[in-house]
């Protein structure tokens, strides 16, 4: 069975301090690693899909990174309208089903 | 191009109340899946549908909870004889055809049920 751990659970920072979110999973055979945002009382906001290790994706402030273990979700000088929980998924075998982590909530403060 | 849509978006029943939740698609988009959300939790799988189809239903509880997606209109997410624990948020979302590779899945709003 498919598992995802994130961490930190949760994660405060000053404005412009930046700093990493890990995502590390445990699957038979990755077929895609998604990172996605979501503020309080909405579904998930797509934002990345990384599909094999040393794999990099980059929007705004944010970067996502893979290896065989885990993803990094770097943010360079976050705003305070990064403040969001961010969550990491992994797909694989066959079927699309996603198995996703607990999430990590960000806080900005300015 | 309209996103994920569901409605309602709060919803509340009474506990032995059946429950109506409805998810249309990104135009283009001809799978779907149900998620749901407790409180302080992940979210959970619960079923992948094509149209006419349930593809993987293998998160889904054994009795009380079914879904559809009919070749025609929404897909469906029922539940029967609600209670107290199934009060959490339902996310629908959907992704074009993944052949071969996994395609990102585009979440709706969610519907927020609470049984009272």
């Known amino acids: 069975e498919d598992q995802v751990t994130q961490s930190p659970e949760a994660l405060r920072l000053q404005e412009g301090e930046s700093s990493s979110l890990n995502c590390s999973y445990t699957v038979s055979g990755l077929r895609g690693l998604f990172w996605y945002r979501q503020d309080p009382g909405k579904g998930p906001e797509f934002l990345f899909t990384l599909y094999s290790a040393g794999e990099e994706k980059e929007k705004e402030r944010l970067k996502a990174t893979l290896t065989k273990k885990e993803s990094f979700l770097h943010i360079t000088a976050p705003k305070p309208e990064d403040s969001a929980t961010y969550l990491c998924?992994?797909?694989?075998?066959?079927?699309?089903?996603?198995?996703f982590g607990t999430g990590t909530k960000l806080q900005v403060i300015p | 191009n309209a996103g994920v849509m569901q409605n309602p978006r709060h919803l509340v029943r009474r506990r032995g109340q059946e429950a109506r939740l409805r998810c249309s698609p990104m135009?283009?988009?001809?799978?779907v899946y149900w998620y749901r959300q407790l409180p302080e939790e992940g979210l959970k799988f619960m079923v992948y549908?094509?149209?006419?189809?349930?593809?993987?239903e293998s998160g889904m509880p054994k009795e009380r909870f079914s879904a559809e997606f009919p070749k025609e209109g929404p897909s469906i997410l029922r539940i029967q004889q609600v209670v107290r624990g199934d009060s959490a948020a339902y996310f629908c979302?959907?992704?074009?055809?993944?052949?071969?590779?996994?395609?990102?899945?585009?979440f709706g709003p969610g519907t927020r049920l609470t049984v009272t």
């Open positions: 549908l094509q149209k006419e189809n349930i593809i993987d």
């Open positions: 998924a992994v797909t694989s075998g066959g079927y699309q089903k996603v198995t």
């Open positions: 979302a959907s992704s074009p055809p993944s052949n071969p590779d996994p395609y990102e899945q585009y």
């Open positions: 135009k283009g988009h001809s799978h």
